[in-house]
């Protein structure tokens, strides 16, 4: 089973990826990205950094590739051919999720959006991941950046969800799935993902 978890920015898709892989056996397909890396991110656990120069240099490498804030995001096409017969993730921008789901690549997407009236559980979602509890007064000034442009982005991103759900419906099995708290992603997208019927 493939499966390409998408949604609103900070809304929880690497922490399902994470949850996927660690309690049910799904393979993360790596990411590689000239993103800076995050204070809980770990190099080759789920994701590589690289160069931009290097992205570019050996694009026919990749499978699939986005771009997102001014970063670029790529997977490998020997990763995806070495687990051909596993239960696979990837997680993607809701940009690209018709290009995964028009890519004949058999990705299920899943996606997950927040309401933006709970803005502020998402907030304190990318504080967590900056760990902005932590960090100097210098590095808070360039983490409220981050969260303000990413939080800006989560309430453009949600005024066209209709048009991300109704593009599910081109799927057999893509689903989404409103996050109201951190419960919601074992209580509900997890339950769902180890029931399709192709698992």
């Known amino acids: 089973m493939r499966i390409a978890i ?29 993103r800076p890396k995050r204070p809980s ?13 290097d992205l570019l240099m050996h694009k026919n490498e990749y499978f699939f590739m986005l771009e997102y804030m001014g970063y670029v995001y790529k997977w490998k096409k020997e990763d995806l051919d070495r687990y051909q017969n596993k239960n696979i993730s990837i ?14 690549l058999d990705f299920i997407p899943i996606l997950l959006y927040i309401d933006p009236s709970n803005i502020k559980f998402l907030e304190k979602r990318i504080k967590k991941q900056l760990d902005y509890i932590n960090l100097t007064q210098d590095k808070k000034k360039e983490a409220d950046t981050i969260i303000s442009k990413r939080l800006d982005a989560v309430i453009i991103e949600s005024k066209n969800i209709n048009n991300y759900i109704d593009a599910l419906s081109k799927t057999k099995y893509g689903k989404a799935f409103m996050i109201k708290d951190d419960s919601t992603l074992e209580s509900e997208v997890i339950p769902y993902i180890l029931n399709l019927p192709i698992n």
Request: net charge neutral.
């Open 6 to 34: 998408t949604g609103t920015s900070g809304v929880g898709k690497t922490f399902l990826e994470s949850l996927l892989s660690e309690k049910y056996g799904f393979i993360q397909i790596p990411k590689y990205t000239n």
């Open 41 to 53: 991110e770990i190099e080759g656990k789920g994701i590589y950094f690289k160069t931009i120069e």
């Open 91 to 104: 997680g993607i921008t809701l940009e690209s999720m018709s290009r995964i789901i028009d890519s004949k």
